[in-house]
RNA sequence: GCGCCUCUAACUCAAUUGGUCAGAGUUCCGGACUUUUAAUCCGGCGGUCCGGGUUCGAUCCCCGGGGGGCGCACCA
């Protein structure tokens, strides 16, 4: 790989040429980067009214194209280019007797990768493929580097991921993945704001982080002198939304969250919440189940996985004891949980409290488990510091969280609203930090205020968004469906 | 952070497991061709991630470094 710092240029006269031909459409009075292009067609909106033109027959349509030259086929005194846009591909025909000789071999000079606007005539050509006769070109932009492989793409997954440009050029699949992520999110406003929530805008750089067990990234605001945390989540920011009126809010952000790589985890990350007042976390997963299964239409879904209501709900404690046969809520001790891991001849991590080994029996032996849709409901109090108290469990919270392709894609609760608890809750957590937990919430006293001033009942809920275009496009890594996932350096 | 694997032309791949074998296709350059579509045909340019070491000789072996992949750990 280049080092840092330097351009990645390759000592290669394919370079070289191009920069030649660049300056010799410059001599030849050619603009070679013009200002626009106006009143361009996708192409698939020139393809699409002529699919009963028959094979070697003119149309009476022209049309005016734009996109990059992705092959060429010379012919001598005529010669067929690809065309690709964002909607698709068009070949065109070029003919010596159509633009004359200087434009032709202007045209055939100029490189794969380029950047060309098209006038011409719709037809069909004799082997059958709908085509563009060009009857005028401009060179649109120059391009000063040859293009991936045209025929197996680009597929080095460094080079794909770097250099994402590259794979939305050379790769279709890519380009739909992203059409598609475009279409969920969009999909998501509108069920939302159809419904009657407010999208609302909170700040992602925070004197306090909180809202979700993360260490934050860290950086300093000059102005203030004073450290600042990029957001772990929204979720307190909106809570106080909820208590000044608002009623039902969402936003659909970046979050931050400084822990390690995987398939299904980017220090950056897009999350979806949304929290309405006067509901509670049943009312909250049955608008899930709806959203998720609009969303999954609209993306156009058609996979192994059933999103239509209602989804399978299992309480916590049931899909572990159905797992493990361990009763967490019996062996409500770390010790008595402990002994009854080591039985089971599993690991027993010597530093985890009760709270942390029933989050890995969850992790270990739920969670792969969870291919349909499912919620898991009714979680420990130690693990939630902001769901409000089961209403007939003790010890328990109302939460659930929503797993799919062995993955959790949310979390909700009936949302804690009694400030005094709210208080004590933040106490809990700070003596866990106190004990060398990194990853316990901050006291943020302006939350709790705010909590004093009166929240109604309220539920809550965040959806990772890029898990969930993970599931509606079928992919396995979360950077496939990051235009730009983080990499070293 | 740990373990395993990996890095060959701009791109997609092959080869040697120490010795005239670093090769093919795409791209690009030159030539032929007015309905091709991985167009075809002829000729040409171009490379072993970086730094050390062993050796008569390293792309191949050893050490160190860098990038990447997978797994684990971490991570609601």
Same mark, same amino acid.
């Given at each position: 790989?280049? *080092?840092?710092? /330097? %351009?990645? $240029? ?5 370079? !070289? @040429? =191009? #920069?030649?031909?660049?300056? +010799? ?31 070697? *027959?003119?149309? /009476? %349509?022209? $049309? ?5 030259? !992705? @092959? =060429? #086929?010379?012919?001598?005194? +005529? ?46 050509? =004799? #082997? ?52 598609? #992520? ?308």
């Amino acid at each position: 790989m280049a *080092e840092p710092g /330097e %351009a990645a $240029a390759p000592p290669s006269d394919l370079l !070289a @040429a =191009r #920069r030649a031909k660049l300056e +010799a459409l410059r001599a030849a009075g050619v603009e070679p980067f013009p200002h626009a292009y106006p009143g361009v067609t996708p192409v698939a909106e020139v393809v699409a009214p002529h699919a009963d033109l028959p094979a070697g *027959e003119d149309s /009476e %349509a022209v $049309a005016r194209v734009a996109g990059r030259i !992705a @092959a =060429r #086929r010379g012919q001598g005194k +005529a010669a067929f280019l690809d065309l690709v846009d964002r909607s698709g591909r068009l070949q065109l025909h070029a003919r010596r007797d159509v633009l004359g000789e200087e434009a032709f071999e202007r045209l055939l000079s100029l490189d794969l990768g380029d950047i060309l606007g098209v006038d011409g005539l719709v037809f069909r050509s =004799r #082997r059958g493929e709908l085509s563009l006769r060009v009857d005028d070109y401009a060179l649109l932009a120059k391009s000063l580097r040859p293009p991936p492989e045209k025929h197996h793409g680009l597929t080095d997954v460094e080079t794909r991921l770097r250099q994402r440009e590259l794979d939305l050029m050379a790769n279709e699949a890519t380009r739909d993945v992203f059409l598609t #992520r475009a279409r969920i999110v969009a999909a998501t406003r509108r069920f939302l704001d159809d419904e009657g929530f407010v999208e609302v805008e909170t700040p992602v750089l925070q004197p306090i982080y909180g809202g979700a067990a993360a260490r934050p990234f860290t950086t300093h605001f000059n102005a203030l002198d004073q450290t600042m945390y990029l957001r772990i989540a929204t979720e307190l920011y909106l809570k106080r939304c909820i208590v000044g009126g608002l009623e039902r809010v969402y936003e659909i952000g970046k979050n931050f969250r400084n822990e390690g790589l995987s398939f299904k985890h980017n220090p950056e990350f897009t999350m979806i919440e949304w929290y309405e007042a006067y509901a509670d976390y049943e009312v909250v997963a049955r608008r899930t189940e709806r959203l998720v299964a609009y969303v999954a239409a609209q993306a156009g879904y058609e996979g192994d996985l059933d999103f239509g209501a209602p989804w399978r709900r299992e309480t916590l404690a049931g899909a572990i004891e159905a797992r493990t046969g361990l009763d967490v809520l019996a062996l409500r001790t770390r010790g008595a949980l402990a002994e009854g891991m080591r039985e089971r001849g599993m690991d027993v991590p010597p530093d985890d409290g009760w709270a942390q080994l029933v989050d890995l029996l969850l992790s270990k032996h739920v969670e792969p488990e969870l291919v349909q849709p499912t919620f898991l409901i009714d979680y420990p109090v130690e693990l939630s510091p902001f769901a409000k108290a089961h209403r007939t469990e003790p010890g328990l919270v109302e939460r659930f969280e929503a797993f799919a392709s062995g993955m959790e894609i949310a979390n909700a609760f009936s949302e804690l609203n009694d400030p005094d608890e709210q208080r004590v809750r933040f106490e809990a957590q700070a003596r866990a930090a106190a004990a060398g937990d990194e990853e316990a919430h901050p006291y943020d006293e302006a939350f709790v205020t705010a909590l004093e001033h009166g929240m109604p009942p309220t539920g809550g809920i965040g959806i990772g968004i890029d898990r969930l275009v993970m599931l509606l496009t079928g992919r396995t890594t979360i950077r496939e469906v990051v235009l730009f996932p983080a990499l070293r350096r």
